[in-house]
């Protein structure tokens, strides 16, 4: 599950990349991706239309028939992985949590996952905030959406590694 503010662009588009990289890597029957936003303000509401702009030019769908909703406490235990898009969004879902272990151990920053994203020791988690494209142009949603696309294939690649583990512990 990915997660943002309002869940009307990053973690929408989070979510339609996801799904076409899974697809890809021929997962899409085996791995669930949907996103969830920590605010309600948008509940409802479509994914925006500058998200949707930037990803039909990109060659993604266009998140047709997505209504924004908020993230509850149980979706932190019924995903396997949550993925905020900031340090502020990982914040709020660990209070969201309530302190609960199985819960918090499932919740990592989505740009946690790309190679080329600052991991210097010792700093904030909020150098891999994804940009919020909301305030600005157009043009933002090409970066937000660069970075999405950046980190998918590591996702991907942990989500191969996390089902091969999955398998093994059950032969």
Same mark, same amino acid.
């Given at each position: 599950? @990915?997660?943002? @503010?309002?869940?009307?662009? =990053?973690?929408?588009?989070?979510?339609?990349?996801?799904?076409?990289?899974?697809?890809? %890597?021929?997962?899409?029957?085996?791995?669930?991706?949907?996103?969830?936003?920590?605010?309600?303000?948008? %509940?409802?509401?479509? +994914?925006? #239309? =500058?998200?949707?702009?930037?990803?039909?030019?990109?060659?993604?769908?266009?998140?047709?028939?997505?209504?924004?909703?908020?993230? $509850?406490?149980?979706?932190?235990?019924?995903?396997?992985?949550?993925? /905020?898009?900031? *340090? @502020?969004? &990982?914040?709020?879902?660990?209070?969201?949590?309530?302190? !609960? /272990? *199985?819960? @918090?151990?499932?919740?990592?920053?989505? =740009?946690?996952?790309?190679? *080329?994203?600052?991991?210097?020791?010792?700093?904030?988690?909020?150098?891999?905030? +994804?940009?919020?494209? #909301?305030?600005?142009?157009?043009?933002?949603?090409?970066?937000?959406?660069?970075?999405?696309?950046? %980190?998918? !294939?590591?996702?991907?690649?942990?989500? =191969?590694? &996390?089902?091969?583990? $999955?398998?093994? *512990?059950?032969?």
């Amino acid at each position: 599950m @990915t997660v943002c @503010t309002g869940n009307i662009c =990053r973690s929408p588009m989070a979510e339609i990349v996801l799904r076409r990289r899974l697809a890809d %890597a021929g997962l899409a029957d085996v791995v669930e991706v949907d996103s969830t936003g920590i605010s309600d303000e948008e %509940a409802g509401n479509p +994914v925006d #239309w =500058r998200a949707r702009s930037v990803l039909r030019r990109h060659g993604y769908p266009t998140g047709e028939g997505h209504r924004a909703r908020q993230v $509850r406490p149980e979706h932190l235990l019924e995903r396997d992985l949550v993925l /905020p898009m900031t *340090a @502020t969004h &990982a914040r709020s879902l660990r209070r969201l949590a309530g302190g !609960d /272990p *199985a819960a @918090t151990s499932r919740i990592r920053m989505y =740009r946690s996952f790309d190679p *080329a994203a600052p991991s210097e020791p010792g700093q904030p988690d909020s150098v891999l905030d +994804v940009d919020d494209p #909301w305030y600005g142009p157009e043009e933002g949603f090409e970066t937000t959406l660069a970075e999405v696309e950046a %980190a998918a !294939d590591g996702i991907i690649a942990h989500v =191969r590694e &996390a089902l091969a583990y $999955r398998e093994g *512990a059950t032969d």
